[in-house]
């Protein structure tokens, strides 16, 4: 059980910058994410669009966004808990005790959700019956390769991830590559070099097709393509992966019993608490009158949250505001003064 | 203005009035016409604004740009007449367009 002043839900800009003030006003807390990496929908949908309203930065990509934001916490020691997704909060005694999907705890005063639109989820196959097989014999991620070794292996999509895992599996497997259009959207090396490999037979290329259905009993033996044009083709198969990126869903924090509407959590604004009192919401999964879904606000919301939180963290103490320019206390935890 | 209407997956019509310079997804996100999430507000970069256009629209409307097709790969079954309607424009041109929602939108 991890003991901490606040938990960050979201390692997003806001996520980041609300972790940045806690640690300068003398509050620990760890950050948990469900990504592999910091950054949010900054790193994961757009790393290299540019943005061009951050206050006082005329123009930067998601990715140094993110960048600058990591710099800023530089001289804080923060945990963050990658890969890892908050399913459970409930109250205990005073305190929150939170739960991860991995089996990491946390009990803590404050709970920050910096969520965004919700966690990144890999999107899935639209038909029904295709759940009967996932982590069986279909799967949105490869974790261990070496279970397709031999068999045939039927990869939809047509960004890198397919095209990579096509041309790597091609090599012990036999493998059917099946996506929605002819040009697929990987790097023009990889395009090629499945052309060629589709050439020499060693993939089975399928394009304007989609999956229609997956057959099988107990194990699945066959799936079910369709042409635009409405022809269905059977394939044999002992695996299907599927690569279609990921999707935002709120998830498991439509369960903690917040006042939610669209996806968006009510917050009051001078600590952006939640109806549950040591929960707040900021950044763009937070709703309130005027709320706008900018970075910047984000900033702002994080910043009074965190001031929310140290009344929780040190009841007995009295927060002081003060300024990064003069106070010695700010100076020292930013490590600029012995 | 353009009149729009947007069909949803279980065959409710609504018929809006929507200002030129809208999109197609801003015209029903401010309309609260359920079945467009558009998660990321309309930056080509999520899918859940997929709309399926009325064939006879398809090839009126302006077509689709750089990026548009690539992010259809993830949308909730794409067809052939599949469109992101944060990237449609309203202008008096497409008075009367037609679109239907798909049955979600992940």
Not at chain 1, 152 to 159: A, D, E, L, N, P
Not at chain 1, 186 to 202: C, E, P, S, W
């Amino acid at each position: 059980m991890i003991k901490t002043d606040a938990l960050i839900i979201g390692a997003g800009p806001t996520g980041l910058f609300t972790a940045h003030q806690l640690k300068l006003i003398g509050l620990n807390c760890e950050v948990v994410d469900n990504l592999d990496k910091i950054g949010g929908q900054c790193i994961e949908l757009y790393p290299d669009k540019p943005i061009y309203d951050i206050p006082a930065v005329p123009e930067c990509t998601g990715e140094e966004l993110t960048n600058n934001l990591i710099n800023q916490l530089k001289p804080f020691d923060i945990k963050f808990h990658l890969n890892e997704r908050v399913e459970e909060v409930k109250k205990e005694n005073e305190n929150w005790l939170v739960k991860t999907n991995n089996g990491t705890s946390f009990s803590t005063p404050n709970v920050i959700i910096a969520g965004g639109v919700g966690s990144f989820e890999p999107r899935k196959f639209s038909p029904k019956e295709c759940e009967k097989f996932e982590n069986k014999s279909l799967f949105y991620s490869v974790k261990d390769k070496k279970i397709f070794k031999g068999k045939t292996v039927s990869i939809f999509g047509g960004g890198d991830s397919a095209l990579d895992w096509a041309v790597e599996l091609s090599k012990e497997c036999s493998v059917n590559l099946i996506h929605r259009r002819d040009e697929f959207r990987g790097a023009q090396a990889t395009i090629d070099k499945v052309h060629q490999l589709a050439k020499d037979r060693k993939i089975n290329l399928y394009t304007q097709y989609q999956m229609a259905s997956v057959k099988g009993d107990k194990n699945l033996e066959s799936i079910d393509i369709k042409h635009d044009n409405n022809e269905i083709k059977n394939l044999k198969t002992d695996y299907v992966l599927g690569f279609f990126g990921l999707i935002m869903q709120l998830g498991p924090i439509a369960n903690w019993g917040l006042n939610i509407d669209k996806k968006t959590i009510a917050v009051d604004t001078e600590k952006f608490e939640t109806n549950q009192k040591g929960i707040y919401a900021v950044g763009d999964i937070c709703n309130y009158p005027g709320k706008l879904k900018l970075i910047l606000s984000g900033f702002h919301e994080g910043a009074l949250a965190a001031r929310a939180c140290f009344k929780l963290a040190r009841p007995n103490e009295k927060y002081r505001f003060e300024f990064t320019t003069t106070s010695t206390n700010l100076l020292k935890r930013l490590g600029k003064k012995e | 203005m353009a009149k729009i209407t947007y069909i949803t997956h279980d065959n409710q019509k609504y018929e809006v009035e929507v200002q030129n310079g809208l999109t197609v997804m801003e015209g029903a996100v401010q309309n609260d016409i359920p079945g467009i999430d558009a998660d990321c507000g309309g930056g080509m970069a999520c899918a859940t604004c997929h709309v399926y256009v009325k064939e006879d629209w398809f090839n009126k409307i302006p077509k689709k740009e750089d990026g548009e097709e690539d992010m259809l790969d993830m949308a909730f079954e794409p067809k052939t007449n599949s469109r992101l309607s944060c990237q449609i424009v309203v202008s008096d041109e497409i008075d009367g367009l037609e679109v239907s929602i798909p049955s979600k939108q992940a």
